[in-house]
């Protein structure tokens, strides 16, 4: 079995400042780490290789410093390391990137099939769940997303067993492979990195390819020409000016602090009562 993770190296977004005059993102300073749904990502893949047997190779696109970022994943048992870095990438949006991302699989499968492709469910730089998805989608895999946990895996049937969590609870879903998986935030911990890990990830040799090596001729599918989507403005939330209320009442009745909870909220708010009224009924 053969495992892609998508992991991406971003900046650490409670040090992340915004520009007051120009309201860029300022990066000076702030120190980059692997996007923590990526990390959720990549022990799945891990478990599935301690229990199943395989091989699990982690995918970036980024600068040359993303290499900090797989030496990462090395340390913490992933076999191989890809980093997918050319200027023509430069400015590329969730489109731009599943693209380049998508073609970099699909140079990995020749060398060795590829059976499953985790991600995070998404970025904390950019939040926008896109690049899973359309990795699948350019691929023509089975999409399983906002995945909770991997139930099993019939090698012999290339058969996947997972849990999604849904807005309505939990679904169990049956599917074919090659498939891609986005996986929530919790569904593991992250194991701690061996030392002969770190070793190996100190001298591991990190396949760097370049546009052409990843295997995308057109230029125009990648970076600004390939970004249809535009930023017209960033800026930091407005900090809020109201100030908690303190609730009190006699005694310690856990029954009475909820009625006089709900009698402060349902006097703010009267529609509430009358939605929650109609819902009861």
Known sequence: MHIVVCI???????????HPVTN??????????????????LEEALK???????????????????????????SYGA????????????????????????????????DMPVDLVFTGKQTIDGDTAQVGPGIAKRLNMQLLTYVSKVRS???????ITVERRSEGGVQLLKTSTPSLITVLEG?????????????RASRYQIKVWNREQAGIEDVTSVGL????????????????????EIIQCVGDDPKELSVTLLAKVFAKYPKLEKEIAKRAV
Not at 8 to 18: C, G, L, N, T
Not at 83 to 99: E, I, M, N, Y
Request: glycine letters at 4%; aromatic letters at 6%.
């Open 79 to 110: 076999d191989d390391a890809v980093l997918v870095t050319d200027r023509a990438f430069a400015g590329s949006d969730t489109l731009a990137t599943s693209c380049a991302l998508a073609s970099a699989i699909t140079q990995i499968h020749k």
């Open 187 to 199: 569904t593991n911990e992250m194991r701690f990195a061996t030392m002969t890990n770190m070793f």
């Open 48 to 74: 599935l290789k301690d229990k199943y047997g395989g091989r699990v190779t982690v995918l970036t696109m980024g600068p040359p410093m993303a290499e900090a970022a797989l030496r990462k994943a090395i």
């Open 153 to 159: 895996v019939d090698l012999e049937n290339h058969e």
């Open 225 to 244: 020409k390939g970004s249809p989507t535009v930023v017209s403005k960033v800026f930091a939330p407005t900090p809020r000016a109201v100030k908690a």
């Open 8 to 18: 991406k190296q971003v900046p650490d977004s409670a040090q992340i400042r915004v």
């Open 24 to 41: 860029t993102i300022m990066r000076q300073g702030v120190p980059a780490i692997v996007n923590p749904y990526d990390l959720f990502a």
